[in-house]
């Protein structure tokens, strides 16, 4: 291997078009990401945080410089490339939970293996896990609207987890939750972080969230302004 890092950004530019103008949202960023890091990008709101993490998780494309994701240059895969990364090493955690409606809290969290060529044996016994880890196998056939927003929100845990992926990306995950589903949902990510090894990725303004992350990345105008280590006590998490 040619480095540590499971990602790693080159120079990465993304320009959007504003009518004749042009907006730099990512404006020469350059990071690696370890194994097993659980990171907050924070930065007011435009400075390019969500488009940071869509072009990590292989949702969009640099236009200019490079995104390194396990080995794989976001930048040349083709579509089903990209989709075939997301679906075996990604998994997404949105603040609005993203939840099919229509399907059961199983059949959510089953979802992503539908893609995975698994038996359904052994997609009950994985969603099962999951569900364990998140604390939710008695509501397994709930239908999302049953749910408070903490269950919903751990409900996409568990389906941003089924398959183990490397990485997991969290755009304001906790926006729409209270302080203590924030706090529950926060540790339920830190174990699998701890357990799994799974490197977290959050997008937040949350200073809550902001108190468990072992590493600040400040984003201002598309650049990264510090990047910082941070060593959270157990105090500071709850807020003492
Ligand atoms: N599809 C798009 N077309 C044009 N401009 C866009 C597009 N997506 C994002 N932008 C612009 O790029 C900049 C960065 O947006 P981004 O969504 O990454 O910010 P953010 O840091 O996630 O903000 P927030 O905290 O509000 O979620 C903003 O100025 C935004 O308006
Ligand atoms: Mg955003």
């Not at 924030?182 to 339920?188: C, G």
């Amino acid at each position: 291997m040619e480095n540590s890092f499971l990602i790693k950004t080159k120079e990465l530019v993304k320009i959007y078009p504003i009518g004749w103008k042009k907006l730099a949202a990512l404006d020469h960023v350059n990071l690696g990401f370890e194994k097993a890091e659980f990171t907050g990008v924070v930065g007011p709101s435009g400075s390019g945080k969500t488009t940071l993490l869509n072009i990590i998780g292989s949702l969009d494309v640099p236009t200019a410089g490079s995104a390194e994701v396990l080995g794989k240059k976001v930048e040349d895969l083709s579509n089903r490339q990209a989709a075939a990364l997301r679906n075996h090493s990604i998994g997404f955690i949105f603040q609005t939970f993203n939840l099919l409606p229509v399907y059961t809290v199983f059949e959510n969290v089953e979802f992503p293996l539908l893609l995975l060529g698994l038996s359904a044996d052994e997609r009950k016994q994985k969603v099962r896990k999951a569900l364990e880890w998140v604390d939710l196998v008695d509501r397994a056939k709930s239908k999302p609207a049953q749910l408070s927003g903490g269950q919903c929100q751990r409900v996409a845990i568990a389906r941003a987890v089924v398959k183990k992926p490397a990485i997991i990306l969290a755009d304001e995950p906790t926006a729409n939750l209270d302080a203590e589903n924030s706090h529950n949902i926060l540790q339920t990510m830190e174990e699998l972080n701890r357990e799994l090894k799974t490197t977290f990725i959050f997008a937040t303004h949350d200073e809550k969230v902001i108190r468990y992350i072992r590493r600040k990345i400040t984003l201002v105008d598309g650049k990264v302004a510090k990047d910082e280590v941070m060593n959270p006590t157990k105090a500071e998490r709850k807020g003492q």
